[in-house]
């Protein structure tokens, strides 16, 4: 954790001190060492709040583009007694959470059940291939057409999604944006890994992916945006996906239409085998 309790004061933890957890209330010390960036522990074991991960320093440089009082802030479920800490809670509600090690897709959708209003940030660079087997298949190089364009330049329609991300965000319920550029020190010497890749919860046949620049992700989840522009999406997507289930079935009537009409082969070769 990057603050503690000392008082009624949220404090980063600093060298020889000890303050209280701001989720659960218990004693936690400051860890100040030379390999770990600096950040409080629980004296002992506890059940605190099971979803936290050590953070890296991917965490705290994201967490560092939102205000100090937006970073860990404590939730609870008053129905349930349910208390979890957020990565960061904008004063629109929206929660964004920065995931870097593996988690199970239980643990991924109790964290949207729970915090409903909520967007990811996945470190995708924590496994080798999975940003270059991305990369391969926008680039279209798979034996098949992954990445398809559509009216606006920056989101595509994507088929066989699995070939592309990481199975455990294919069903997520919110939006799943991918960092590939990690801590920086990747190699990128086309600026590729700078632009951000939105996953959006499926919505019919195909998957949507957004490019969004960095800058843009941050004002618009810092201004309030985010969550209207992503309900907008979703809406056209359902829209564009209604036309075109509307424009099969037509299509499909219209053949059995013609069918009908014409008769199969066999039935037109017995028909004029009759009329012989």
Request: hydrophobic fraction near 30%; proline fraction near 4%.
């Amino acid at each position: 954790m990057r603050f503690a309790l000392i008082g009624n004061d949220r404090t980063e933890a600093q060298p020889k001190l000890n303050g209280l957890c701001c989720c659960c209330s218990k004693p936690v010390i400051a860890k100040c060492g030379t390999r770990k960036i600096w950040h409080w522990a629980h004296k002992s074991k506890t059940d605190c709040d099971n979803w936290w991960e050590r953070e890296t320093e991917w965490h705290r440089t994201w967490k560092n583009n939102y205000p100090a009082d937006w970073q860990e802030v404590s939730l609870l479920d008053k129905r349930t007694g349910e208390k979890h800490i957020a990565d960061v809670r904008t004063v629109h509600n929206l929660v964004v959470e920065f995931q870097h090690s593996h988690i199970k897709p239980e643990e991924r959708t109790s964290r949207e059940q729970f915090y409903k209003n909520m967007v990811w940030i996945v470190d995708g660079t924590r496994l080798k291939y999975d940003y270059p087997r991305f990369l391969k298949g926008k680039n279209n190089c798979f034996e098949n057409t992954i990445f398809y364009n559509t009216d606006n330049p920056k989101i595509f329609r994507v088929d066989l999604v699995d070939w592309c991300f990481p199975p455990a965000w294919l069903e997520s319920s919110v939006p799943v944006i991918f960092d590939f550029r990690g801590d920086g020190s990747m190699d990128d010497s086309e600026g590729l890994r700078n632009t951000l890749y939105c996953l959006f919860p499926q919505v019919g046949s195909y998957a949507r992916v957004a490019e969004i620049s960095r800058k843009a992700f941050i004002n618009a989840t810092t201004n309030g945006e985010w969550t209207l522009r992503v309900e907008e999406f979703i809406n056209d997507f359902r829209k564009q996906d209604e036309v075109k289930r509307r424009l099969e079935h037509q299509q499909t009537l219209s053949r059995n239409v013609n069918f009908r009409q014409l008769g199969s082969p066999l039935n037109r070769f017995i028909y004029k085998g009759r009329r012989r």
